[in-house]
Nanobody, 126 residues
Framework: QVHLVESGGGSVPAGGSLRLSCAAS????????MAWSRQTPGKRREGVAS???????TYGDFVEGRFTVTRDNAKNTLSLQMNSLKPEDTAMYYC????????????????????WGQGTQVTVSS
């Protein structure tokens, strides 16, 4: 059974930093697609960062170089270092996973990854 557990969220002032972690079990993150997404009430879920099996990473346009996603294969953990946080970064951050087809990440019909954690709340004050 795939199980993803996020941690590291909290409340910080604008300009602060947080490091989120996603511990995966029943799932080898090194050979599958991993991603961080976030959602604010009233807004559509948006992608924050992704990490593919080939080591490639992508970031949402709003990241603007402030975040770094890393993968620790030995610990089977995905992390997201967030610096220079802004109030608009306030959201529930989710760890997500999807199968790697060899060419792309396998998404659901709505475009989402198939597995999700419970999320960790990030709140950035003005």
């Amino acid at each position: 059974q795939v199980h993803l557990v996020e941690s590291g969220g909290g409340s910080v002032p604008a300009g602060g930093s947080l490091r989120l972690s996603c511990a995966a079990s029943g799932w080898n993150i090194s050979v599958n697609c991993m991603a961080w997404s976030r959602q604010t009430p009233g807004k559509r879920r948006e992608g924050v960062a992704s990490f593919d099996p080939d080591g490639s990473t992508t970031y949402g346009d709003f990241v603007e170089g402030r975040f770094t996603v890393t993968r620790d294969n030995a610990k089977n953990t995905l992390s997201l270092q967030m610096n220079s946080l802004k109030p608009e970064d306030t959201a529930m951050y989710y760890c997500a996973a999807a199968f790697w087809t060899g060419r792309r990440c396998l998404r659901m019909g709505n475009g989402d990854f198939g597995y999700w954690g419970q999320g960790t709340q990030v709140t950035v004050s003005s």
